[in-house]
């Protein structure tokens, strides 16, 4: 696709010896040769526009402007020649634009949320229960792909590179079960490993995706979208080795380590030679994989060579990845782009750029600065202390003398001057605390770091958070949109795979579905709950009266097995042909960062027992809201056993009317605190 290649006088590629390349042992089709000129030319096209300096980049390229970025991020000194009379200069760098993303990092990682979903049934009617047992299947599943981890990378790299790309696809994983059989055989079956199998959620470098269009900003409408990798040979074998055939031959044969092919089609014939990948190594194979959403083609090349179905290609390769939708009357299954993506600050003012500002891109010349200031301030200090000496009366001397604590010997009569030009290092300082300044007000100030200066005051303390607070409210809204495209291509995910159930060969009367039972450990009102979902296809086409699905909820109710088991029957077919949404709060996101929820449902309690509100309100619901919200596992074992009168009683807030308020039973009659409803 993309290589080394170059072209001699009469257009045939050339070696680097000038002798002219062999065109390649791999045939194709005319149809595969036709779709391979398509994808090549996208190819370039989006290669190009990697390479292609912007004014968004400040004049640079994704790929430099990330490289940059990363070097930020990284505190990246390098390494380079040094003459030896300059050896005493300053190298190093601070870690303050480190330190300051870090510090965003660890705010937005305590504010991780799972996506909550809502569910409309087919006659466009809210459905609560679809949408419960929807959420505990995606975030078991989120759990199960490493999300928590995976949360962390997320944030850091919308944090350092222009956009953060994640890809969520299905995986089906197989193991190798190796078997000793009664007469001591070895028998090796391949098992699906349930373990691995499910969600996968990979964050993808900006380098392995390539867009069809810088200038439009939502993924899914991108005309194509590349994904290229770099594969070791063994693992590409094991993926692709005898899984296409045509016309009698292992396509994977054709496949060489740190070769890939490029299509000529400046003729009529077309032509396919092999070379050397640009970026790929001897022990290494380049997979690209191209999405055409508009016309429904998801086509893989593995080292130049057609992997999928050879036959019909425009219609029989298409999405793998797909979203179940009610189009008119009908439920169709159309094409969705696997990837999620989100940035760190918008940096087109229309929304039409498709990457954005890295906080690392935003901290680039502050940090620049500060180097440069500290550089100098290090070199001053280094001179002001170890001084070199200015030598007169003598013929020639190496300018090395001029290094810091450098000697050398002196013929009689020659007169040494220590060096005094008074450097102003207050300059340099000055120039740092303005950086480090400036730096906190385009993020967040060291105090939100956890790193306080002495002397700090209280108004500056919240003036620092409100800071943080409001720079971490564009960040956080980026964050529940990523977190929302994530819970939709996890619940196509489950639609498309997890709802495909298996005939019962048991029962062949009647050759029923079997559904597997899923098994998810989630929290209900404080309390650890085991879910058991099953899919249940004595449920299709199945009508029940309100009456009927009462008796069949209360049998459900006596058959869990305990107070700690949730158990859901669920008719397949509805539950699939349900139109779910993903909703994140970006301030719930921002507050739980930040931790002032805590603090809002700590004042929001106390409210709700002050002395002109509590006669209103049920005190016994709302000591039970204040036990299941701080408690951890069961909370029903912290809640009192007594009656509600009783209960009243004991703190002096007994029967009451509306509109009256009543003593508190304490000597100065205030309402009760919160920790008094908590005891």
């Not at 939100?448 to 500056?460: D, E, Y």
């Amino acid at each position: 696709m993309i290589g080394n290649i170059v072209v001699g006088k009469d257009g045939i590629p050339v070696d680097g010896q000038g002798k002219s390349l062999t065109p390649s042992a791999y045939n194709l089709s005319q149809n595969v040769k036709e779709l391979f000129n398509k994808c090549q030319l996208n190819y370039q096209r989006a290669y190009n526009l990697q390479h292609r300096p912007f004014d968004e980049f400040d004049g640079i390229s994704l790929l430099q402007r990330a490289k940059k970025d990363q070097e930020t991020f990284g505190v990246f000194v390098g390494a380079a020649y040094v003459p030896a009379q300059k050896a005493w200069r300053w190298r190093g760098r601070k870690n303050t634009a480190r330190n300051k993303l870090i510090g965003i990092l660890a705010h937005m990682i305590a504010g991780m949320l799972y996506p909550l979903v809502s569910a409309r049934n087919e006659e466009n009617e809210s459905d609560k229960m679809s949408a419960k047992v929807m959420r505990i299947i995606v975030e078991n599943h989120l759990k199960k792909a490493g999300y928590e981890m995976k949360f962390l990378y997320m944030i850091l790299s919308a944090l350092v590179n222009p956009a953060i790309f994640v890809e969520v696809q299905y995986l089906i994983a197989y193991q190798r079960i190796k078997e000793e059989l009664a007469d001591g055989k070895m028998k090796v079956t391949e098992a699906i490993d349930e373990f691995l199998t499910g969600i996968n959620l990979n964050i993808i470098p900006v380098d392995q995706i390539l867009l069809g269009d810088f200038y439009t900003n939502p993924i899914q409408l991108q005309p194509f979208i590349i994904r290229l990798e770099r594969l070791p040979y063994d693992t590409a074998r094991s993926i692709y080795a005898g899984k296409h055939i045509i016309d009698g031959k292992d396509q994977f044969d054709f496949v060489q380590a740190g070769k890939t092919r490029v299509f000529m089609s400046g003729n009529e014939k077309g032509v396919l030679y092999d070379i050397d990948w640009t970026e790929g190594d001897q022990n290494a194979v380049q997979r690209v994989t191209f999405y055409y959403r508009p016309d429904d083609i998801e086509v893989t090349f593995v080292g130049g060579v057609f992997m999928g179905n050879e036959k019909d290609i425009y219609n029989s390769n298409r999405f793998s990845h797909r979203r179940t939708s009610l189009i008119g009357d009908e439920w169709k299954s159309i094409p969705i782009y696997p990837f999620a993506k989100a940035y760190y600050e918008p940096i087109d003012p229309t929304g039409r750029f498709a990457y954005g500002k890295s906080g690392a891109f935003k901290e680039y010349w502050d940090d620049k600065s500060i180097n440069h200031a500290y550089g100098l301030l290090q070199d001053g200090m280094t001179l002001e202390v170890i001084k070199p000496l200015f030598l007169s009366g003598v013929a020639k001397v190496d300018n090395i003398v001029i290094a810091p604590g450098a000697t050398t010997g002196m013929p009689i009569g020659a007169s040494v001057t220590p060096w005094s030009m008074s450097p102003n290092l207050g300059a340099a300082i000055q120039v740092l605390t303005q950086n480090e300044k400036d730096m906190s007000e385009s993020t967040q100030d060291k105090i939100m770091s956890g790193n306080p200066t002495p002397g700090i005051t209280a108004t500056q303390s919240i003036q620092a958070q409100n800071q943080a607070q409001l720079f971490l409210g564009v960040f956080g809204l980026m964050i529940a949109d990523l977190i929302k495209q994530v819970g939709e291509l996890t619940i196509d995910c489950i639609v498309q795979h997890t709802l495909q159930g298996e005939i019962d060969a048991s029962i062949p009367e009647s050759l029923q579905i079997k559904y597997k039972m899923i098994l998810a450990k989630s929290k209900d009102k404080g309390r650890d709950v085991t879910n058991r979902i099953y899919f249940k296809s004595e449920l299709l086409g199945k009508k029940m009266t309100p009456k009927q699905k009462e008796e069949y909820e209360w049998k459900l109710w006596e058959d869990k097995g305990g107070e700690d088991q949730d158990v859901y029957h669920v008719n397949p077919y509805k539950f699939a042909r349900t139109t779910y949404s993903m909703t994140v709060d970006a301030d719930q996101i921002v507050n739980h960062a930040m931790g002032n929820d805590r603090q809002q449902k700590m004042l929001k309690y106390q409210m709700l027992t002050q002395q002109f509100v509590y006669p209103f309100t049920d005190q016994k619901a709302v000591a039970d809201e204040v036990i299941e919200e701080f408690s951890d596992g069961d909370p029903d074992r912290l809640k009192s056993k007594q009656t509600t009168n009783d209960m009243m009683n004991a703190i002096g807030m007994g029967q009451q009317t509306p509109g009256i308020p009543s003593p508190m039973g304490t000597a100065a009659g205030q309402p009760p605190q919160l920790n008094t409803m908590m005891k």
